[in-house]
């Protein structure tokens, strides 16, 4: 009756913590700082590497509903400034990729994260963060002087966890003020 006892004990003990264990694993992850710091970092850091890598990047690091508004204020020596604002989805963000990424070639790009708030699940937050880019060349007819853009602005961003524990970014509001280098 004793062996019984101690067995049934047993039992129950495994089944508890094997139960808590399945729990803990379906508990979805809380997305850290050194995550949003790492998805930063490589969003400048495949600027610099292929195409190929850029792209898939971008593709896997944007929500399929991603939404961004971008208030852009360009300046150049001896004009007024000029302001747009722009709204722009993933698939507008994708087929201008390949432009982007080399109109990007040799640009100095830093980005610091500024602040990190959390929603209480820790499955989402909203991320202030600053970048800076000097060097952008600006698309210019052939055989002609190619002028530079120097710059940058804040962005409020809002990253998700996915259902595949992926840090996706889903909407983001920037405001950007570049400065334009015309050819001598």
Do not use: W
Request: charged letters at 15%; aromatic letters at 8%; proline letters at 4%.
């Amino acid at each position: 009756m004793k062996k019984t006892y101690f067995t049934f004990l047993a039992l129950i003990l495994v089944l508890s913590l094997s139960s808590t264990h399945s729990y803990a694993q379906d508990k979805p992850p809380a997305i850290t700082d050194q995550m949003v710091h790492d998805f930063y970092k490589r969003s400048v850091d495949t600027m610099y590497g292929s195409y190929e890598n850029y792209a898939a990047y971008l593709n896997s690091s944007m929500a399929d509903q991603f939404q961004s508004q971008v208030n852009i204020t360009t300046q150049i020596s001896g004009y007024p400034p000029m302001s747009q604002t722009r709204t722009i989805s993933k698939s507008e963000l994708l087929n201008e990729a390949y432009q982007t990424h080399q109109s990007m070639r040799g640009v100095k790009m830093t980005n610091t994260v500024m602040e990190i708030l959390r929603d209480p699940d820790g499955r989402k937050v909203a991320v202030k963060d600053y970048t800076a880019a000097d060097g952008i060349k600006i698309p210019s007819p052939a055989g002609s002087a190619q002028a530079t853009m120097n710059g940058g602005g804040t962005c409020h961003d809002l990253l998700e966890l996915n259902a595949s524990g992926t840090l996706q970014i889903i909407k983001s509001f920037c405001n950007l003020t570049y400065t334009i280098q015309m050819p001598q």
